[in-house]
């Protein structure tokens, strides 16, 4: 997570290179995949191969390694499958296994591209990217205000879950819903509730220090 | 669920793609015209918790587990507006940084979870907030908000899939509805256990909810509630003729019958749906729609209750 979360502010050019990324993954993700049964055009499975290899070539560029970017895809291929199975069994017949490949295809090519931009970038790498293609103030200082607040609001989290499972031994962090709903249900609740006061709390008293030195919050 | 990249259309990405930014420039412009605006390192730790409470998975089946959505409970803290902006921060992190959930699929999952969570379920516990008084409105309200919010949102997403030529609406929609309702009900004892530990300690910070007891939300979460009854449950009502017309068929003048006025769906049949619950949905949802806005119309014309002339 930290290492995903590392700053990248050397990365020149922000705006165009988060610019030809989207682009990239938007033109992979809408390429034609013979979802209606006719033929996979070969100008798609060009697309894709390139941003698969852009993508790639991104995320070893800035530091991943192929071990890294294996778990990546794999990490993405249960959901893609979920999709892409029922949607190749309602093609016609002698047209779904291709029309599943595609689909593949088409979904890690166009995730891979987009998260290897993400990541080239860095967090504030993107919140430079996002303010120079000219989105509103506003969501480009929500934004830089969660990245910045998320690795030690993850740490925090995990801390907590950590005490929280050495205080109850039996079966670990949580147990089955079904088995004991009312215990689990408020568990995480006053688990969830906790780190949201926390959370709040600690940012109104960054609002509160930041108008004392007279900062302009709005 | 996040849709990934490569599995909308073209047009239901660009069309998602427009809803989403129409819905983040609304919500921006009615934050800008609000007299208290939220501090943006507030939205921003909103938007990490969000983000971290989604990460936390609770077992609910062998090996399937849920977790927290947020978008009602973003909307409660906040208001609806502003927990759609939370909302856009985590899908965009989300999708661009750890690859859950498409960039091309941005504005249906924005619309899916931020819109149907933050805007739709916040409207329907506005309403439940309004008829339970006291703090027990402040969870039960978006309990209930968070469960229809959820429904909706999964309503949402089959719609997009469906529309993209990936599979039939009929047979995707009561699938995502029926696999979403156990997942419904997690997000809503999800958001109410959390809220529960917050109204104990700080009930000043459930700051949307409070104020959204008055004013247009209650309204729109009557509006929400009667979209799926129309949507959903109609379509299913009994078939058998109503007591007059069953009167009428047993007295012999059914045949005389005239209607005053050419109707465009007569029988709530849409020409292009056929005769099925696809069309009696449509038509209820339409319906339903025009009547709101014509009452929405009628009441803004004769003004208020309390807006006559004052001494």
Redo the contacts between chains.
């Keep these: 997570m930290s290492r ?2 590392a700053t990248r502010a050397g990365v020149r050019r922000p705006g165009l290179r988060l610019a030809a990324g ?1 682009a990239l ?2 033109l ?3 390429a034609p ?1 013979g ?2 049964g006719e033929s996979v055009p070969l100008a798609s499975w060009l697309v894709w191969l390139a941003a698969l290899a852009a993508g790639a070539a991104s995320f070893l560029r800035a530091g991943s390694t192929l071990p890294q970017l294996a778990r ?1 895809v794999a ?2 291929l249960p ?2 499958l979920v ?2 199975l ?2 190749a069994l ?1 093609a016609p017949a002698g047209r779904r296994a291709p029309a599943a490949a595609a ?1 593949v295809v ?7 591209v ?2 290897s ?3 080239r970038l860095g ?1 504030l790498g ?1 919140v430079r990217g996002v303010r120079a293609l000219g989105a ?1 103030e ?2 480009a ?10 690795a ?3 740490d925090r ?1 995990r801390a907590m ?1 950590r005490a929280r499972e050495a205080r109850r031994t039996g079966h670990g962090a ?5 088995r004991e ?1 009312v215990a ?3 568990g ?10 926390r ?6 008293a ?2 509160r220090a ?1 108008l004392a030195r007279g900062a302009d ?2 | 669920m ?9 047009p239901v ?1 660009a069309a998602t793609w427009a809803g989403g930014a129409a819905s ?1 420039a609304w919500a ?1 412009r009615v ?2 015209r609000d007299a208290d ?1 939220a ?11 969000v ?3 989604q ?2 998975n ?5 090996g399937t587990s ?1 977790h ?1 959505v947020g978008g009602t409970l973003a909307a409660a ?1 906040v208001g609806p507006w502003r927990g759609l ?2 909302m ?3 899908l ?2 989300q ?5 859950d959930g ?4 941005f504005g249906a999952n924005l619309l899916a979870l931020g819109g149907a969570g933050a805007v739709c379920g916040f409207a329907v516990a506005a309403l439940v907030a309004r008829l339970v008084p006291g703090v027990r409105g402040l969870v039960a309200g978006p309990v209930i908000g968070a469960f229809a919010g959820t429904l909706c949102g999964a309503a949402f997403i089959a719609l997009a ?1 469906a529309a ?5 609406a009929r ?1 995707v929609l009561p699938v995502m509805l029926s696999f979403h309702v156990p997942i419904a009900l ?1 997000e809503a ?2 958001t ?7 109204v ?3 009930p000043d ?1 459930v700051r949307g909810l409070q104020s959204g007891r008055s004013g247009r939300a209650p309204a729109l979460g009557v509006l929400v509630l009667a979209l799926a009854v129309a949507g959903f449950v109609a379509p299913r009502a009994s078939s058998l003729p109503d007591a007059l017309t069953s009167v009428a068929a047993r007295l012999g003048f059914a045949g005389a019958e005239r209607a005053a006025w050419p109707a465009p769906w007569p029988g709530y049949t849409l020409p292009w749906l056929g005769d099925g619950h696809a069309s009696t949905a449509v038509a209820g949802l339409v319906g339903t729609l025009a009547a709101a806005t014509l009452a929405w119309a009628l009441t803004r014309k004769l003004g208020a209750p309390g807006d006559g002339p004052r001494a």
């Design positions: 995903a979360l989207l993954a938007a992979a993700a809408v995949a979802l209606r990546r990490w993405l959901f893609v999709l892409a029922p949607a309602i689909l088409r979904a890690l090519a166009a995730s891979l987009a998260a931009t993400a990541f967090p993107l509103p506003r969501l200082e929500v934004l830089e205000a969660a990245l910045v607040g998320l030690a609001m993850l989290a879950l949580w147990a089955l819903v079904l709903p689990t249900l408020s995480f609740g006053r688990f969830g509730g906790a780190l949201l006061l959370t709040l709390e600690r940012a109104e960054q609002q930041r919050l709005t | 996040h849709i990934p990249d490569g599995f909308l259309s073209a990405a983040i921006l934050e800008k605006p501090p943006a390192p507030t939205l921003g730790a909103l938007a990490a918790f983000f971290a409470g990460l936390v609770l077992p609910v089946l062998p849920g927290l803290l902006l939370v856009a921060t985590v965009a992190v999708s661009l940084m750890f690859q498409g960039v091309t699929a899939l993209s030529g990936l599979y039939p047979a997690v004892a999800l109410g256990t959390v809220l529960a530990t917050v104990r300690w700080r910070i």
